[in-house]
């Protein structure tokens, strides 16, 4: 009876392995990008921070941060607001070396945004970006 009910209980914690197991919690290159924008957009510079390469995006997140602190009150409510409503639009993923090319859209009812890229690498075992290329003219 006990071989059994371990047998059931080994089954059993099999299927659940299977079921709930083998989704991974790791987000993929254009996760890593919507994430980012929905941290820059609500303030969380910390959170914003930590999906980016330390090397690479150190100057960019403190000047996104200097940008958004400087601003008094008023204007940062506004801001929030509109950046409330942007949505990150991934247009294409492309391979490049051990990169992956982001290619992405910044949009909200108010503003289409121009296609922009995101240099993505896998740092020790997650994505994490490596630069951002804007090309706003």
Known sequence: MIMKNTFILAVVAMILAGCFGGKSTELGPGEVVQEYYKAICSGDFGKAASLCDTIYMTGHIEEVRNVWE???STITAIIADILSETEVEI???????????????????????????????????????????????
């Open 70 to 72: 400087q601003q008094d």
């Open 91 to 137: 247009t294409d993923i492309q391979k490049d070396g051990d990169n992956r090319n982001v290619f992405y859209k910044l949009a909200n009812p108010s503003y289409e945004g121009k296609e922009e890229i995101a240099v993505v690498g896998n740092e020790e075992g997650e994505w994490k970006i490596k630069s951002i290329i804007t090309d706003r003219q």
